[in-house]
């Protein structure tokens, strides 16, 4: 299955910098080399193994933007399954970018009037009242939208907040994300788990989480000190993927200390982050990243793959659980995620 993404925005916004931290694994440092797209960059990426994303990153210069609109529009707006415009926060010239944009959203309305929407508010690593900043900007976006449905993310590819938008923004093209999600509740209570969490392998991006019913009495997930895979939250879990998602012990995911000045993301992003990043150092040293294990005094945390295209992380908080036995849970569950 092939789904069209149309990654746009003015050039030097960061499309292809957050194209090559997600999907080529480059880390962020690096970005600063990536030359200007000329044209459009075709790049098919392989996801959860048949779903195909097919990535055409929209070199922003206007003379490639006058083409695309005047020339290319319905090569270029056809058949598409989501459109992610990118914004850079502090760029001056926002009239001319907004007017790119009404011209854009409207050719997609023509071609491909079902296709999914998402802004990306980026570099808010430049933004100092970061909260503040998204909030206007996203005011501004929404009015720029004549009515069309939009989702806004303040994204860097400096920190998790990039997991954040395009974990959510692949999530609406997985074909099977509810049946998924469905596997990894019955998953969490084989193992009396607490989080159960299925990341794509290759950009380790979110693709569920578990999602016991709210009655549940299982313990709560207290932020532990050495791990900072599962350091404090800085906010709520509104990642929007499922919304019951964790509604168990709740508190768990609560923020114990709001920065109103960060945007809010959860540790399913900032695990996505870590885990990619210490991939990339094992590869520095010509390690294979395989499989993780933590013991900590009021947690148990396994990260294991669980089919060719997924690796799964499960959470106990119960002492007496083994990690041999959740090892071997995994490798039982395989089938019904292959
Ligand atoms: P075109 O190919 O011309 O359309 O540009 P582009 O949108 O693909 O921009 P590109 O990814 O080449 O990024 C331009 C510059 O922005 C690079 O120097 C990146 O390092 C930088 N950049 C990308 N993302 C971020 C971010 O989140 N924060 C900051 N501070 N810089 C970023």
New binding site residues.
């Given amino acids: 299955m092939k789904k069209k993404v149309l990654l746009m925005?003015?050039?030097?916004?960061?499309?292809?910098?957050?194209r090559s931290v997600i999907f080529s694994n480059n880390p962020?440092s690096l970005?600063?080399r990536?030359?200007?797209?000329i044209d459009v960059e075709q790049n098919h990426v392989r996801f959860l193994g048949d779903l195909i994303l097919n990535l055409w990153?929209?070199?922003?210069?206007d003379a490639f933007m006058d083409s695309y609109l005047a020339l290319q529009q319905s090569t270029i707006f056809q058949h598409v399954g989501v459109l992610i415009y990118?914004f850079e926060v502090e760029l001056r010239n926002m009239a001319k970018d907004l007017e790119y944009y009404r011209n854009c959203l409207a050719a997609l309305q023509r071609y491909s009037p079902d296709a999914a929407v998402f802004l990306l508010v980026?570099?808010?690593?430049?933004a100092r009242d970061k909260v503040a900043v998204l909030e206007r900007k996203t005011h501004e976006l929404k009015q720029a939208s004549d009515g069309v449905e939009i989702t806004v993310f303040g994204?860097?590819?400096?920190d998790e907040s990039?997991y954040k938008a395009w974990s959510r923004i692949v999530h609406t093209l997985i074909p099977n994300a509810v049946v998924l999600s469905k596997h990894l509740t019955t998953l969490a209570r084989a193992c009396s788990a607490t989080e159960v969490i299925l990341f794509e392998r290759t950009t380790f991006l979110v693709i569920a989480t578990s999602s016991l019913p709210p009655t549940s009495t299982l313990p709560l997930a207290s932020p532990p000190t050495m791990s900072p895979a599962y350091s404090t939250p800085s906010s709520s879990h509104t990642n929007g993927l499922t919304p019951t998602t964790f509604s168990h012990g709740s508190a768990a995911l609560e923020p114990t200390d709001i920065d109103p000045h960060k945007l809010p993301v959860t540790r399913y992003e900032r695990t996505s982050e870590l885990i990619k990043a210490f991939k990339h150092a094992c590869s520095r040293v010509r390690e294979e990243f395989h499989a993780l294990e933590m013991e900590l005094a009021d947690f148990t945390a396994v990260l294991d793959e669980l089919t060719k295209n997924t690796y799964v992380l499960i959470v106990v908080h119960d002492p007496t659980i083994e990690t041999a036995a959740l090892r071997m849970n995994i490798r039982l569950a395989r089938k019904k995620f292959e």
Avoid: E, F
């Avoid at 050039?11 to 910098?17: A, E, I």
């Avoid at 994204?155 to 400096?158: A, F, H, L, M, R």
């Fill in positions: 925005g003015a050039s030097g916004s960061g499309k292809t910098s957050m962020a970005t600063s990536l030359g200007a797209t990153d929209c070199g922003g210069q990118v980026h570099k808010m690593d430049l994204t860097s590819i400096y990039l």
